[in-house]
Protein backbone atom coordinates (compact mmCIF):
# COMPACT_ATOMS: atom_id res chain seq x y z
CA UNK A 1 0.00 0.00 0.00
CA UNK A 2 1.16 3.69 -1.05
CA UNK A 3 0.45 6.38 1.56
CA UNK A 4 0.86 10.01 0.27
CA UNK A 5 1.85 12.88 2.72
CA UNK A 6 -0.11 15.76 2.47
CA UNK A 7 -1.89 17.95 4.11
CA UNK A 8 -5.22 16.24 5.85
CA UNK A 9 -8.23 16.74 3.65
CA UNK A 10 -11.68 16.82 3.66
CA UNK A 11 -14.41 14.61 2.36
CA UNK A 12 -12.46 11.46 2.35
CA UNK A 13 -14.04 8.20 2.75
CA UNK A 14 -14.23 6.88 6.44
CA UNK A 15 -11.53 4.11 7.79
CA UNK A 16 -13.00 1.15 9.44
CA UNK A 17 -11.67 -0.88 12.50
CA UNK A 18 -10.48 -4.48 11.69
CA UNK A 19 -11.91 -7.42 13.68
CA UNK A 20 -9.59 -8.47 15.99
CA UNK A 21 -8.51 -11.68 13.48
CA UNK A 22 -7.91 -9.21 10.44
CA UNK A 23 -5.37 -7.23 12.50
CA UNK A 24 -3.42 -10.05 13.61
CA UNK A 25 -3.52 -11.35 9.87
CA UNK A 26 -2.21 -8.16 8.19
CA UNK A 27 1.41 -6.99 7.70
CA UNK A 28 2.22 -4.04 9.76
CA UNK A 29 2.67 -0.97 9.37
CA UNK A 30 3.20 2.38 10.81
CA UNK A 31 3.22 6.37 9.03
CA UNK A 32 5.55 7.82 11.00
CA UNK A 33 7.07 11.02 9.32
CA UNK A 34 7.65 13.88 11.93
CA UNK A 35 6.42 17.35 10.80
CA UNK A 36 3.80 16.52 8.19
CA UNK A 37 -0.04 15.98 8.04
CA UNK A 38 -0.67 12.68 6.80
CA UNK A 39 -3.73 11.21 5.15
CA UNK A 40 -4.69 8.08 3.38
CA UNK A 41 -6.42 7.47 -0.04
CA UNK A 42 -9.35 5.64 -0.43
CA UNK A 43 -7.66 2.76 -1.87
CA UNK A 44 -5.15 2.90 1.12
CA UNK A 45 -7.26 3.35 3.70
CA UNK A 46 -8.36 -0.22 4.10
CA UNK A 47 -6.73 -1.68 7.25
CA UNK A 48 -5.68 1.21 8.99
CA UNK A 49 -6.52 2.36 12.08
CA UNK A 50 -6.86 6.82 11.78
CA UNK A 51 -6.05 8.47 14.43
CA UNK A 52 -6.75 12.34 13.92
CA UNK A 53 -4.84 14.52 15.97
CA UNK A 54 -5.74 18.32 17.23
CA UNK A 55 -1.35 19.35 16.97
CA UNK A 56 -0.62 19.68 20.62
CA UNK A 57 2.14 19.08 22.74
CA UNK A 58 -0.56 17.18 24.86
CA UNK A 59 -0.39 14.54 22.24
CA UNK A 60 3.11 13.68 22.91
CA UNK A 61 2.54 10.36 24.20
CA UNK A 62 0.69 9.63 20.44
CA UNK A 63 3.57 10.72 18.58
CA UNK A 64 6.27 8.93 20.99
CA UNK A 65 4.13 5.68 20.20
CA UNK A 66 4.49 6.52 16.16
CA UNK A 67 8.12 7.34 16.14
CA UNK A 68 8.93 4.47 18.48
CA UNK A 69 7.08 1.68 16.88
CA UNK A 70 5.01 0.81 19.46
CA UNK A 71 1.65 0.65 17.53
CA UNK A 72 3.16 -1.74 15.51
CA UNK A 73 4.69 -3.70 17.85
CA UNK A 74 0.99 -4.40 19.14
CA UNK A 75 0.45 -5.51 15.88
CA UNK A 76 -1.70 -2.45 14.57
CA UNK A 77 -1.34 -0.29 11.76
CA UNK A 78 -1.60 3.10 12.59
CA UNK A 79 -2.23 6.27 10.55
CA UNK A 80 -1.86 9.86 12.22
CA UNK A 81 -2.89 12.99 10.43
CA UNK A 82 -2.80 16.56 12.04
CA UNK A 83 -5.70 19.18 12.08
CA UNK A 84 -5.51 22.69 13.70
CA UNK A 85 -7.22 21.87 16.73
CA UNK A 86 -9.36 19.37 19.03
CA UNK A 87 -12.55 20.63 17.73
CA UNK A 88 -11.45 19.79 14.19
CA UNK A 89 -9.96 16.42 14.82
CA UNK A 90 -13.12 15.58 16.29
CA UNK A 91 -15.30 16.82 13.63
CA UNK A 92 -13.12 14.91 11.25
CA UNK A 93 -13.63 11.43 13.24
CA UNK A 94 -17.57 12.70 13.24
CA UNK A 95 -18.07 13.30 9.88
CA UNK A 96 -16.05 9.51 9.40
CA UNK A 97 -12.93 10.72 8.38
CA UNK A 98 -10.97 9.26 11.06
CA UNK A 99 -11.59 5.88 14.38
CA UNK A 100 -9.98 7.99 16.98
CA UNK A 101 -9.43 12.39 17.66
CA UNK A 102 -6.97 13.63 20.11
CA UNK A 103 -9.26 16.51 21.64
CA UNK A 104 -9.88 19.18 24.78
CA UNK A 105 -12.31 18.53 27.31
CA UNK A 106 -14.62 21.51 25.65
CA UNK A 107 -15.25 20.46 22.42
CA UNK A 108 -16.16 17.03 23.84
CA UNK A 109 -18.47 18.70 26.09
CA UNK A 110 -20.21 20.56 22.96
CA UNK A 111 -20.45 17.05 21.24
CA UNK A 112 -22.22 14.81 23.83
CA UNK A 113 -24.70 18.14 24.11
CA UNK A 114 -25.48 17.70 20.64
CA UNK A 115 -26.19 13.81 21.20
CA UNK A 116 -22.87 12.82 18.85
CA UNK A 117 -22.69 8.85 19.92
CA UNK A 118 -19.14 9.72 21.20
CA UNK A 119 -16.89 7.86 23.45
CA UNK A 120 -14.37 9.44 25.53
CA UNK A 121 -11.34 6.21 25.84
CA UNK A 122 -8.78 8.37 27.95
CA UNK A 123 -6.98 11.59 28.90
CA UNK A 124 -3.58 11.27 28.06
CA UNK A 125 -2.03 14.90 29.17
CA UNK A 126 -2.97 17.61 31.95
CA UNK A 127 -2.21 21.01 31.08
CA UNK A 128 -1.90 23.39 33.83
CA UNK A 129 -1.44 26.56 31.25
CA UNK A 130 -1.88 25.37 28.11
CA UNK A 131 -3.87 28.27 26.76
CA UNK A 132 -3.32 31.92 27.30
CA UNK A 133 -4.34 35.17 26.46
CA UNK A 134 -2.56 37.48 23.71
CA UNK A 135 -2.84 41.14 23.84
CA UNK A 136 -0.83 43.93 21.53
CA UNK A 137 0.83 46.16 23.97
CA UNK A 138 0.63 48.43 21.18
CA UNK A 139 -3.38 49.08 21.37
CA UNK A 140 -3.00 49.80 25.47
CA UNK A 141 -3.85 46.31 26.56
CA UNK A 142 -0.70 46.51 29.38
CA UNK A 143 -2.31 44.31 32.07
CA UNK A 144 -5.21 41.90 32.45
CA UNK A 145 -7.58 44.41 33.18
CA UNK A 146 -7.48 46.44 29.60
CA UNK A 147 -9.61 44.47 27.76
CA UNK A 148 -12.96 46.59 27.97
CA UNK A 149 -14.31 47.75 24.78
CA UNK A 150 -11.33 45.24 22.98
CA UNK A 151 -11.86 42.97 20.01
CA UNK A 152 -10.62 39.60 21.36
CA UNK A 153 -10.54 36.57 18.55
CA UNK A 154 -11.74 33.37 19.98
CA UNK A 155 -12.41 29.47 18.78
CA UNK A 156 -16.17 28.76 18.75
CA UNK A 157 -16.43 25.11 20.34
CA UNK A 158 -13.17 25.48 21.72
CA UNK A 159 -11.14 25.86 25.21
CA UNK A 160 -10.83 29.21 24.26
CA UNK A 161 -14.37 30.63 24.71
CA UNK A 162 -14.44 28.64 27.94
CA UNK A 163 -11.00 30.15 29.02
CA UNK A 164 -11.74 34.09 28.32
CA UNK A 165 -14.94 34.03 30.05
CA UNK A 166 -13.51 32.77 32.93
CA UNK A 167 -10.39 35.22 32.46
CA UNK A 168 -13.11 38.05 32.12
CA UNK A 169 -15.03 37.26 35.56
CA UNK A 170 -11.81 36.13 37.27
CA UNK A 171 -10.99 40.13 36.37
CA UNK A 172 -14.36 41.59 37.12
CA UNK A 173 -14.80 42.05 32.86
CA UNK A 174 -18.04 41.81 32.15
CA UNK A 175 -18.38 39.92 29.32
CA UNK A 176 -20.44 42.34 27.62
CA UNK A 177 -17.53 44.75 27.75
CA UNK A 178 -15.67 43.28 25.30
CA UNK A 179 -16.29 42.05 21.74
CA UNK A 180 -15.55 38.81 20.41
CA UNK A 181 -14.43 38.17 17.20
CA UNK A 182 -14.66 34.17 15.82
CA UNK A 183 -11.50 33.12 14.13
CA UNK A 184 -10.46 29.58 13.10
CA UNK A 185 -7.19 29.24 15.37
CA UNK A 186 -4.92 29.36 12.15
CA UNK A 187 -6.40 32.84 11.32
CA UNK A 188 -6.00 34.17 14.40
CA UNK A 189 -1.56 35.19 13.95
CA UNK A 190 -2.62 37.34 10.71
CA UNK A 191 -5.83 39.08 12.21
CA UNK A 192 -3.79 39.68 15.26
CA UNK A 193 -1.10 41.21 13.11
CA UNK A 194 -3.52 43.79 10.28
CA UNK A 195 -5.18 45.02 13.39
CA UNK A 196 -9.04 43.00 13.20
CA UNK A 197 -8.23 42.09 16.80
CA UNK A 198 -6.86 43.17 19.56
CA UNK A 199 -6.26 40.44 21.71
CA UNK A 200 -6.73 36.92 21.21
CA UNK A 201 -6.88 33.20 23.10
CA UNK A 202 -4.87 30.53 21.80
CA UNK A 203 -2.49 27.88 22.71
CA UNK A 204 0.59 26.05 21.89
CA UNK A 205 1.94 25.32 19.30
CA UNK A 206 0.57 28.72 17.42
CA UNK A 207 0.93 30.72 21.04
CA UNK A 208 5.09 29.85 20.88
CA UNK A 209 5.16 30.59 17.47
CA UNK A 210 3.66 33.89 17.96
CA UNK A 211 5.61 35.45 20.98
CA UNK A 212 8.51 34.56 18.52
CA UNK A 213 7.24 36.49 16.17
CA UNK A 214 6.15 39.78 18.48
CA UNK A 215 8.36 39.34 20.75
CA UNK A 216 7.94 42.34 23.59
CA UNK A 217 5.17 43.95 21.86
CA UNK A 218 2.86 40.75 22.37
CA UNK A 219 1.88 40.41 26.20
CA UNK A 220 1.22 36.85 27.09
CA UNK A 221 -1.99 35.92 30.09
CA UNK A 222 -1.87 32.66 31.40
CA UNK A 223 -5.12 33.62 34.23
CA UNK A 224 -4.67 32.38 37.55
CA UNK A 225 -4.29 28.79 37.18
CA UNK A 226 -8.00 28.01 37.07
CA UNK A 227 -8.46 25.68 34.94
CA UNK A 228 -6.72 22.43 34.52
CA UNK A 229 -7.37 21.22 30.55
CA UNK A 230 -7.28 17.48 29.97
CA UNK A 231 -6.55 16.54 26.60
CA UNK A 232 -8.27 13.16 25.88
CA UNK A 233 -9.00 10.06 22.85
CA UNK A 234 -11.93 9.55 22.17
CA UNK A 235 -13.53 7.85 19.04
CA UNK A 236 -17.16 6.98 17.66
CA UNK A 237 -19.48 4.14 19.72
CA UNK A 238 -19.28 2.07 17.22
CA UNK A 239 -16.33 2.20 16.07
CA UNK A 240 -14.65 1.37 19.30
CA UNK A 241 -17.10 -1.59 20.41
CA UNK A 242 -16.29 -3.03 17.12
CA UNK A 243 -13.00 -3.94 17.32
CA UNK A 244 -12.44 -3.69 21.59
CA UNK A 245 -8.82 -5.30 21.36
CA UNK A 246 -7.49 -2.80 18.85
CA UNK A 247 -8.86 -0.18 21.86
CA UNK A 248 -6.50 -2.14 24.25
CA UNK A 249 -3.80 -2.31 22.18
CA UNK A 250 -3.81 1.43 21.43
CA UNK A 251 -4.04 2.00 24.98
CA UNK A 252 -0.98 -0.20 25.97
CA UNK A 253 1.37 1.65 22.99
CA UNK A 254 0.12 5.79 24.47
CA UNK A 255 1.34 4.12 27.93
CA UNK A 256 4.38 2.85 26.95
CA UNK A 257 4.59 6.67 25.04
CA UNK A 258 4.22 8.21 28.69
CA UNK A 259 6.71 5.64 30.28
CA UNK A 260 9.32 7.13 27.54
CA UNK A 261 8.06 10.34 28.02
CA UNK A 262 9.45 10.13 32.04
CA UNK A 263 12.49 8.25 31.30
CA UNK A 264 14.03 10.14 28.32
CA UNK A 265 11.80 13.57 28.40
CA UNK A 266 15.04 15.23 26.10
CA UNK A 267 14.23 12.38 23.07
CA UNK A 268 10.48 12.87 23.58
CA UNK A 269 11.07 16.53 23.13
CA UNK A 270 12.62 16.24 20.19
CA UNK A 271 10.19 14.02 18.73
CA UNK A 272 7.77 16.19 19.46
CA UNK A 273 8.85 19.26 17.69
CA UNK A 274 9.87 17.31 14.62
CA UNK A 275 5.73 16.14 14.50
CA UNK A 276 4.96 19.95 15.19
CA UNK A 277 7.01 22.04 13.59
CA UNK A 278 8.81 23.53 17.04
CA UNK A 279 12.12 24.75 17.76
CA UNK A 280 13.19 21.78 20.75
CA UNK A 281 13.53 25.39 23.02
CA UNK A 282 10.15 26.32 22.09
CA UNK A 283 8.88 22.74 23.12
CA UNK A 284 11.18 23.01 26.44
CA UNK A 285 9.84 26.38 27.57
CA UNK A 286 6.29 25.00 28.32
CA UNK A 287 7.03 21.16 28.83
CA UNK A 288 6.57 21.59 32.70
CA UNK A 289 3.29 23.13 32.39
CA UNK A 290 1.91 19.63 31.93
CA UNK A 291 1.64 15.77 33.21
CA UNK A 292 1.71 12.95 30.61
CA UNK A 293 -0.84 9.85 32.24
CA UNK A 294 -2.84 7.68 30.38
CA UNK A 295 -6.06 7.58 32.62
CA UNK A 296 -9.62 8.07 33.29
CA UNK A 297 -9.71 10.61 36.52
CA UNK A 298 -12.51 12.04 38.27
CA UNK A 299 -11.52 15.95 37.18
CA UNK A 300 -12.44 14.75 34.03
CA UNK A 301 -16.02 14.31 34.75
CA UNK A 302 -16.18 17.14 36.89
CA UNK A 303 -14.97 19.51 34.20
CA UNK A 304 -17.42 18.25 31.53
CA UNK A 305 -20.56 19.65 34.07
CA UNK A 306 -19.37 22.17 35.32
CA UNK A 307 -18.73 23.02 31.57
CA UNK A 308 -21.77 22.26 30.82
CA UNK A 309 -23.26 24.66 33.55
CA UNK A 310 -21.11 27.30 31.78
CA UNK A 311 -22.75 26.44 28.18
CA UNK A 312 -26.30 26.50 29.10
CA UNK A 313 -25.89 29.54 31.33
CA UNK A 314 -23.88 31.42 28.38
CA UNK A 315 -26.92 29.97 26.15
CA UNK A 316 -24.98 27.86 23.52
CA UNK A 317 -26.73 25.09 24.64
CA UNK A 318 -30.62 24.45 24.29
CA UNK A 319 -30.16 21.91 27.51
CA UNK A 320 -31.92 23.08 30.36
CA UNK A 321 -30.21 20.08 32.90
CA UNK A 322 -27.02 18.66 33.46
CA UNK A 323 -26.95 15.12 31.49
CA UNK A 324 -25.87 11.89 32.94
CA UNK A 325 -22.42 12.22 30.97
CA UNK A 326 -21.15 8.67 32.23
CA UNK A 327 -22.45 6.24 28.95
CA UNK A 328 -20.12 8.33 26.76
CA UNK A 329 -17.03 7.28 28.64
CA UNK A 330 -15.55 3.71 27.36
CA UNK A 331 -14.30 2.61 30.68
CA UNK A 332 -14.09 -1.32 29.30
CA UNK A 333 -10.28 -0.47 27.45
CA UNK A 334 -8.49 1.11 30.03
CA UNK A 335 -10.28 -1.31 32.35
CA UNK A 336 -8.74 -4.05 30.97
CA UNK A 337 -5.14 -2.31 30.53
CA UNK A 338 -4.84 -0.55 33.92
CA UNK A 339 -7.59 -0.44 35.95
CA UNK A 340 -5.65 1.26 38.79
CA UNK A 341 -5.88 4.56 36.11
CA UNK A 342 -9.86 4.81 36.31
CA UNK A 343 -11.03 6.81 39.34
CA UNK A 344 -14.41 7.84 37.87
CA UNK A 345 -16.83 5.76 40.62
CA UNK A 346 -19.06 4.27 37.71
Excluded at 30 to 56: C, E, F, L, M, R
Excluded at 63 to 87: H, I, T, W
Excluded at 220 to 228: E, T
Aim: hydrophobic content about 45%.
Amino acid sequence: MNVRLKTAPRGKEPPRFLTVILLTLLAVTIITVPGQAQSVNKSDATGKIVIADGSSINSAPLYVALQNGYFRQEGLKVVCRLFPSGKAALDAVRRGEGDLATVADIPLMHAVLEGAPLKIVAVISEAFRENALVARRDRGILTEKDLAGKKIGVTPGTVSEFFLDEFLFFNRTPRKRVRMIYLSPDRIPEALEKGEIDAAVTWNPLLSKMQERWGANLNVFYGKGRYRMLWNIAGLKNRLAGDPAAVQKILRALIRGVAFIREKPGEARKITSGYLGLQEAQIGAVWGDRQFQVSLPSLLLMNLENQTRWAMRNKSTPKTGVPNILPNFYFEGLTAVDPEAVTIIH
